[in-house]
């Protein structure tokens, strides 16, 4: 830590002997530092002593170094307080402590704390802001803030809920953090100014009654409320305090340590906190969207033991944000997640391996998308069964045998983490399951839910094992849901090529690529190919029997692995990109790839992706053909929206990379690159870099511009397409349903309704952009409400 000079010039002694010693007081003034760090994050911790006796030695230490590391302290405490919500009421003990001995202390801190919630408001992080709002809360209970002035900030942060003209979600945002806060500080408030409280709860619910709901749908898990209720987070929430406002604000999950100091933090003075309105909505806003609360467990569901605390218990929101909050800090590294969720610390008054799989299930299916990867989930869960064998197996065998029974009703969304991540669990425990207890599922008609998750599983095993293993490990009457050996279907060497036109050319062309030909010798060989379009009349723009040939044979001379796919690939990318030159020689392209492997799914995944990535199909080629008749017995697969999804994916990185391109040039040739933490020595020298080196030029960003313009209207098309293409399919199926007297709610309709849910949802920042062209365009008011609903749904998800 860099200190003032202490001495004047002329005092100097100038030897090293002085440079010396200058160093030496930093690095013990450093090593105070770490020292006070350490002892405050590791307060509350596993010790010999207890707590109370820990908290007033810590106040000692911490009193005593007020006068040199008064800035530290603060810093320390205020960072411990956003990143260790779970400790908050040890730390909020210990500035109490700290404001009963130093007043002028604990009103600093107040002010650093204001200051936190303040900027985490202005920055928009809502997390953050919420664990300030908290903390301020609970130094009520410590008798360092008034339980006045922290009314006044909870009523003018629910006056955001009467704004007009701003996004519902920041009202939102608004109510959930104050009804967050009152488990903590309810009964001190409640104690000391009841109707003051009861008045700022008639306005939470005067919004509540009044608020639109239009997006509940789209973000449940299943369609359903039987056995458990699908409830959206404020409503569950709101139903939570009101219980506790039944039972007269007494919780029995929140550690409250200064209430073994009452009789000390009592006689202290307390702070009035500043008078703190919300920042007004800015439209770069970005606010957190709306969830809804995922139950799978009730006390039924639980062998004898503790008790599972009740949905509208306080308890139950309290366990599960403390185990969210587990998941968030340690997910990069499963094994220490896995041990610190079961050294929960209140494990003995709840059953704990319930709450931690429903949690991570939670997670996993959490709505729109979850917050980390699929197997980030699957590899906790590996780890919990292997440090709890006794119990956390049979709880997620339990877990997975009521998902399974409820998948009728499951989101389609949903429906895929649950294959990636059974698939994964399977793998790691040798690919034993009790397949007979699902056998009834055969007995239904294939596009049910039920055997189509077994069918897409096995499928997902064959990508993490091989086909003999999954043939060994399935019982016989699972035999019509095995996948086919992952072979490639060449057209030109099977029974009747000989009459097929191109056969001849491909064994010359399957003769020259074994002889290492040059790609123009292989344009060579196809030359004499005629163009049957030409012959049906066709303009005959591309040439079908060339790709027929060129594509069938090269990537079945590169079918044994896809090493050898790419080689082959990138080695005569040329001769593709002069055979795909239009869109549909492309989709022809696809075509190919598709009969050729259509019998290995993870091929077609893997070798679209190799297409998109060199540029020789477009975007809009793939989706088009996903689209196409051709792939209609594929249609509700798991792989062909994989292809979509990383299709639509590889689009949006590629506006996104461009798009932040621009800015940086932008702020390059304003001269903007410095930021304030820089000294004026190292902002000179990036300027004079900048001058001499990168600063682009004014054509350099408005070429960038128009390549980012570019960028847009692809990604516009690309939407437009899969969105124009979907409502054409179901509004089909819904008029042929309605012109037969049919039911239209049948297997086909949930899954494609389902996944066109999918697409707006996975791909919502991107798909937001051009809401009003879809709606004007497309999801019009004409249109079915069926497909019209979905729509609307999506769009009140930032409403």
């Given at each position: ?24 007081r930093?690095?013990e ?5 770490d020292r006070?760090?350490s ?7 596993k010790?010999t002593?207890s707590l109370e006796?820990n908290?007033e030695?810590?106040v ?10 008064r ?6 405490l ?19 402590l700290l ?6 202390f ?15 408001l ?5 997390d953050?802001?919420?664990y300030?709002l908290r ?5 009520v209970n410590?008798?360092?803030?008034s ?20 996004p ?7 109510v ?14 409640y104690?000391k100014k009841?109707?003051?409280l009861?008045?700022l ?7 509540l ?17 039987a056995?458990?209720p ?5 409503d569950c929430?709101w ?5 506790l406002r ?5 919780e029995?999950?929140i550690?409250?340590p ?13 702070h ?8 007004s909505h800015q ?7 709306p ?5 799978m467990f ?5 062998p ?6 009740g ?15 587990i998941?968030?800090t ?5 094994k220490d997640?896995?041990a610190?969720l079961?050294n ?6 709840i ?10 299930f939670?997670e ?15 590899s906790?869960l590996?780890?919990?069964c292997k440090?709890q064998?006794?119990?956390?197996p049979?709880?997620?065998a ?14 389609t969304?949903?429906?895929d ?8 669990h399977?793998?790691?425990?040798q ?26 599983v ?9 086909h003999?293993?999954i ?8 035999a ?12 030109y060497?099977?029974?009747g ?8 050319t491909?064994?010359q062309?399957?003769?020259?690529i074994?002889?290492k ?5 292989v344009?060579d ?5 005629p ?10 723009d591309?040439?079908?029997l ?11 001379l590169g ?6 796919s790419?080689a ?7 001769v593709?990109?002069a055979?795909a030159?239009t ?6 392209v696809?075509?190919?790839l598709f009969?050729l ?11 679209v992706?190799?297409?998109l990535?060199l540029?020789?199909v477009?975007?809009s080629?793939v989706?088009?053909?996903?689209f196409?008749?051709?792939m ?21 990185k590629?506006v996104i ?9 932008r702020d ?5 690159e410095?930021?304030s933490?820089e ?21 350099m ?5 128009e390549?980012?313009?570019a960028a ?13 293409r979907?409502?054409?399919i179901l509004?089909e ?8 007297g ?9 899954w494609?309704?389902?996944r066109?849910?999918?697409v707006f ?5 991107q798909?937001?952009k051009?809401s009003?062209?879809l709606?004007s ?5 004409d249109l079915?409400s069926?497909?019209?609903?979905v ?5 009140a998800?930032?409403?």
């Amino acid at each position: 830590m860099l200190r003032p000079r202490t001495y004047d010039d002329e005092d100097m002694p100038g030897g090293s002997g002085e440079r010396g010693r200058k160093r030496r007081r930093m690095s013990e003034s450093q090593e105070v530092e770490d020292r006070l760090e350490s002892l405050i994050i590791r307060v509350g911790e596993k010790s010999t002593s207890s707590l109370e006796s820990n908290l007033e030695g810590l106040v000692s230490v911490l009193e005593a170094d007020l006068g040199a590391f008064r800035a530290r302290i603060l810093r320390i405490l205020s960072d411990c307080a956003i990143r260790m919500p779970e400790k908050c009421t040890i730390y909020t003990t210990l500035v109490g402590l700290l404001n009963a001995k130093n007043y002028n202390f604990g009103g600093e801190l107040v002010d650093f704390i204001v200051k936190t919630f303040k900027t985490s408001l202005k920055m928009c992080r809502w997390d953050a802001a919420r664990y300030s709002l908290r903390f301020l809360a609970d130094l009520v209970n410590c008798h360092v803030i008034s339980a006045t002035s922290l009314l006044q900030l909870l009523d003018n942060m629910v006056d955001v809920s009467n704004e007009d003209t701003v996004p519902q979600v920041r009202r939102d945002w608004y109510v959930f953090a104050v009804l967050s806060t009152l488990p903590w500080v309810g009964r001190d408030l409640y104690e000391k100014k009841e109707s003051a409280l009861e008045s700022l709860l008639v306005k939470i619910e005067v919004f509540l009654n009044k608020r639109t709901k239009k997006h509940h749908n789209c973000l449940r898990v299943w369609s359903v409320d039987a056995p458990h209720p699908q409830e959206e987070y404020l409503d569950c929430l709101w139903a939570q305090i009101r219980k506790l406002r039944q039972d007269n604000w007494a919780e029995k999950h929140i550690p409250r340590p200064y209430l073994a100091f009452d009789s000390i933090l009592c006689e202290a003075l307390q702070h009035n906190l500043p008078l703190i309105n919300p920042p007004s909505h800015q439209e770069s806003n970005v606010y957190p969207m709306p969830w809804v609360v995922y139950r799978m467990f009730d006390y039924t569901d639980c062998p004898d033991g503790p008790l599972l605390p009740g949905a509208h218990s306080i308890e139950r929101f309290l366990i599960e944000e403390h185990l969210h909050h587990i998941i968030e800090t340690y997910h990069v590294e499963r094994k220490d997640c896995a041990a610190h969720l079961l050294n929960f610390p209140y494990k003995a008054k709840i059953p704990l391996e319930y709450c931690i799989v429903e949690v991570i299930f939670a997670e996993l299916f959490h709505m729109p998308t979850p917050r980390y990867l699929d197997i980030c989930y699957g590899s906790i869960l590996i780890e919990l069964c292997k440090l709890q064998p006794a119990t956390m197996p049979q709880v997620l065998a339990q877990a997975t045998e009521i998902l399974f029974m409820r998948i009728d009703s499951m989101n389609t969304s949903c429906f895929d983490r649950f294959v990636n991540w059974f698939s994964y669990h399977l793998s790691n425990f040798q690919f034993r399951w009790s397949w007979d207890d699902w056998d009834s599922c055969l007995l239904l008609e294939p596009e049910h839910p039920r055997p189509k998750f077994i069918q897409e599983v096995l499928h997902k095993c064959l990508r993490l094992s091989y086909h003999q293993m999954i043939r060994e490990m399935m019982p016989e009457t699972y035999a019509r849901l095995l996948p086919v050996a992952p072979e490639p279907i060449y057209k030109y060497s099977a029974d009747g090529a000989a009459a097929l036109p191109g056969t001849q050319t491909a064994h010359q062309l399957v003769v020259a690529i074994r002889q290492k030909c040059a790609p123009e010798e292989v344009i060579d060989v196809l030359k004499d190919l005629p163009n049957p379009s030409e012959n049906a009349g066709d303009s005959g723009d591309f040439n079908t029997l060339k790709i027929d040939v060129f594509v069938q044979t090269l990537l079945n001379l590169g079918s044994k692995s896809f090493s050898h796919s790419f080689a082959a690939i990138s080695k005569f990318h040329q001769v593709f990109k002069a055979l795909a030159e239009t869109e549909e020689a492309q989709i022809c392209v696809l075509h190919n790839l598709f009969e050729l492997w259509r019998n290995h799914e993870q091929m077609m995944c893997v070798l679209v992706d190799k297409l998109l990535k060199l540029q020789i199909v477009d975007c809009s080629a793939v989706a088009t053909w996903i689209f196409s008749k051709e792939m209609t017995g594929e249609f509700t697969k798991m792989y062909l929206w994989e292809i979509l999804h990383l299709t639509i994916k590889k689009m949006n990185k590629h506006v996104i990379k461009l798009g932040t391109e621009l800015t940086e040039a932008r702020d390059r040739l304003t001269g903007e690159e410095s930021s304030s933490s820089e000294s004026e020595e190292e902002s000179a020298a990036k300027k004079k870099k900048i001058e001499i080196a990168d600063k682009p030029t004014e054509e350099m960003v408005e070429r960038m511009e128009e390549k980012l313009e570019a960028a847009n209207v692809e990604q516009k098309k690309l939407f437009l397409i899969v969105f124009q293409r979907f409502i054409m399919i179901l509004s089909e199926h819904l008029v042929r349903c309605d012109t037969d007297g049919r039911d239209y709610d049948t297997d086909w309709y949930r899954w494609t309704i389902g996944r066109l849910q999918q697409v707006f949802l996975v791909h919502h920042e991107q798909v937001q952009k051009y809401s009003s062209t879809l709606e004007s365009l497309l999801f019009t008011s004409d249109l079915d409400s069926h497909i019209l609903d979905v729509f609307q749904q999506f769009n009140a998800l930032r409403a």
